[in-house]
């Protein structure tokens, strides 16, 4: 690339400099090295069409521009872009101001709750002011300096209100600073008044030089790092937790290899899913509320938790329910101080899997005991007999949810991706969902944020186009968010959308039935004049009450093309014409709301009425409180 020279300016646009800054951003780990920024997704309208719209029509070269339907799935398809790309790469999303930019505030939490990188740029008001109130301005009697846009500060990472152009040469090094930490990324929004958007100013040109950042590995304490090998050595029943932060550091070998030298069992979160392959000797499966029998016997009893990359959500813990040994000490490995430090852990803080080699080098010769590894072994074998059980349930006259996931499973391979978020598909998925890689099981469960499945799969399948994408979505996400089958039509991204329809809301009326409320409000039927919605306890004809929603039709509509199917032997018939065809194609099959697989050996804290005038609800507080008994704090 030429030299600048020191003093050497150039004139541009807020917005052409923002371009063409993001658009010289690299980031590198491990000798890797990439253009951090692929492309933007967006809508345009005044708040942003002639500032960020125009630069992007100017430098097409620099940014790719892709057009949404909907801003909140914008931001979904680049949380799951940056999701398969390891964080190393980040899509941005732009987008005009008032709804079009509250639109993002959902997809904004969901990024940062799960610790991906997303740059969000909102118009925003004028900051001059003098033409206020603007079109879609939100009015304040005590200030002046407030929008909308200040919803997003809570669910940011960093967030920065552009107000001068020569404001980005501050605030730009910041964003990547943001979006590119190990332990702090997230969503990163920078606010753009439509008027500064549009002001030119002399930029000096070696603010636009290529930059790498570095994606750095941090090493633990040293004196941390021999106690918790000291630690280890001591237990009797060690578990290792895995969490979504294996997969990001890229420790599966690392961690696979840790758990083969000294024979400890390797349970895994719904972000951990993945990183070790299901018939792995070490892997017991997932853990916690939605767990395999396997992991949720050996939580129960294990006296050390070594838990990696994993910020133990009460799904994990089993509403901390989950570890019971009256004794039991944690190890926890993280890159953030926050999460390390959980649960009174020794804490070794660093990169999972340099925390794993350095680990791992003090353990030679330690192993767990053979009573301990035989007891592994025979749990992952009546474990893998479950699950075989589940998957040949053929269930009439609908099929069950378990053995679609079965036939599903088997459709994805050695190589496919399934991407879900919402509803009773996740808990079903984690128990039984046997991963192949450590990309396979594409769960978003840090917000399980309805509507992210379909935008998810779009940003997924950008982010690896030669896999097999499979989108799994109930009837009531579908109906949340679905119109960017569009998107994946107009770019020809080429989804398998999986859409479940079981009549409603099937994961919280199994949770409604559980609280002796007859899961009333969940099922999507015609209201009887003169009463209430009716519930599950409502006798006679299951089909005619139902509302008559035609989701192939819809699907269709919007390009895709469309199978419906009522067997499992239709939609395993599907799934292999889905894989052949060249488009995007929504196979649509209703499966039981009923037939459900089971819990195994844990528990969720969901609070039961105290006073209740319904007999179920008042036995339900009773199991209720009981439950809570067991539940710890950890010190």
């Known amino acids: 690339m030429a030299e600048t020279h020191p003093c050497e300016t150039r004139r541009l646009t807020t917005a052409q400099a923002l371009v063409l800054f993001l658009a010289a951003q690299h980031a590198e780990q491990d000798g890797q090295e990439a253009r951090f ?6 809508i345009f309208g005044h708040g942003n069409v002639a500032g960020v719209g125009q630069a992007l029509a100017q430098y097409p070269e620099k940014l790719q521009y892709y057009q949404v339907r909907n801003e909140q799935a914008a931001v979904h398809a680049a949380t799951a872009y940056a999701r398969v790309k390891n964080r190393l790469q980040a899509m941005i999303v732009t987008t005009s101001i008032g709804p079009g930019a509250t ?8 990024a940062t709750i799960n610790r991906l990188p997303v740059l969000l740029l909102p118009g925003d008001i004028f900051a001059r002011r003098n033409v206020a109130p603007v079109l879609q301005q939100l009015e304040s009697s005590c200030t002046q300096d407030i929008s909308v846009n200040d919803c997003f500060k809570p669910v940011s990472k960093y967030w920065d209100r552009i107000s001068r152009p020569e404001q980005l040469l501050t605030a730009l090094p910041e964003t990547m600073r943001v979006l590119t930490s190990v332990a702090d990324t997230g969503t990163v929004t920078l606010c753009l008044p439509q008027d500064v958007q549009t002001e030119a100013y002399d930029f000096p040109a070696a603010f636009f030089r290529e930059r790498v950042w570095h994606v750095a590995r941090p090493r633990p304490d040293r004196h941390l790092v021999e106690s918790a090998a000291a630690l280890i050595r001591s237990a009797r029943r060690p578990l290792v937790v895995a969490g979504g932060g294996v997969i990001y550091s890229g420790a599966t070998s690392a961690l696979a290899d840790f758990a083969r030298a000294t024979k400890i069992p390797v349970a895994e979160t719904m972000a951990g899913k993945g990183t ?17 029998l396997a992991a949720n016997v050996l939580a129960r009893d294990a006296d050390v938790i070594i838990g990696v990359g994993t910020r133990y959500s009460d799904f994990t813990t089993a509403s901390k329910t989950a570890f019971q040994h009256h004794d039991l000490k944690f190890i926890n490995i993280n890159v953030t101080e926050f999460d390390v430090h959980k649960h009174m852990a020794l804490p070794l803080m660093g990169d999972a899997r340099v925390c794993l080699e350095e680990l791992l080098s003090l353990l030679q010769g330690y192993e767990t005991d053979a009573a301990y590894a035989t007891e ?3 749990l992952r074998t009546q474990w893998n007999a479950e699950v075989e059980r589940i998957y040949a349930i053929r269930h009439e006259p609908l099929p069950s949810q378990g053995e679609l996931i079965g036939v599903l499973e088997h459709a994805a391979g050695e190589t496919g991706i399934i991407v879900n978020a919402a509803g009773s598909m996740p808990g079903d998925l984690h128990k039984l969902w046997r991963a192949k890689h ?24 950008m982010a690896a186009p030669d896999r097999d994408v499979f989108v799994v979505v109930g009837d009531g996400s579908y109906l949340m968010l679905s119109s960017d089958l569009a998107t994946a039509v107009q770019e020809d991204v080429k989804l398998i959308v999986v859409l479940w329809d079981n009549g409603g809301f099937k994961s919280i009326g199994s949770l409604s039935r559980s609280l002796g409320q007859d899961g009333f409000g969940t099922r999507f039927v015609k209201r009887q004049v003169g009463l209430p919605l009716a519930g599950d306890f409502v006798a006679g004809d299951y089909d005619s009450e139902l509302l008559q929603i035609d989701f192939a039709a819809n699907a269709r509509s919007l390009g895709a093309d469309t199978i419906e199917c009522r067997t499992t032997a239709e939609f395993a018939a599907a799934l292999e014409a889905a894989k052949h065809a060249q488009h995007t194609t929504v196979i649509v099959t209703r499966n039981d709301r009923y037939e459900s697989v089971p819990g195994y050996a844990s528990w969720w804290d ?3 009425a105290e006073v209740s005038l319904m007999p179920a609800v008042t036995a339900a507080r009773v199991a209720y409180v009981q439950k809570r008994t067991e539940e710890r704090f950890y010190f």
């Not at 639109?103 to 969901?110: D, I, L, P, Q, R």
């Not at 392959?277 to 853990?287: E, I």
Request: net charge negative; glycine share 18%; charged share 10%.
């Open 37 to 42: 920024f692929a492309g933007c997704f967006g």
């Open 103 to 110: 639109n993002m505030v959902t997809g904004a939490a969901t």
């Open 276 to 292: 070790l392959r299901w018939d792995d000797s070490q892997c017991v499966g997932a853990v916690g509320v939605t767990g395999a």
């Open 376 to 378: 592994v072994a025979s």
């Open 438 to 461: 450590s990309k396979q099981f594409h769960m978003e469960y840090g917000y399980s944020c309805m509507g992210y499945e379909i935008a998810g799969g779009l940003g997924a399948k």
């Open 606 to 608: 969901v609070a039961v």
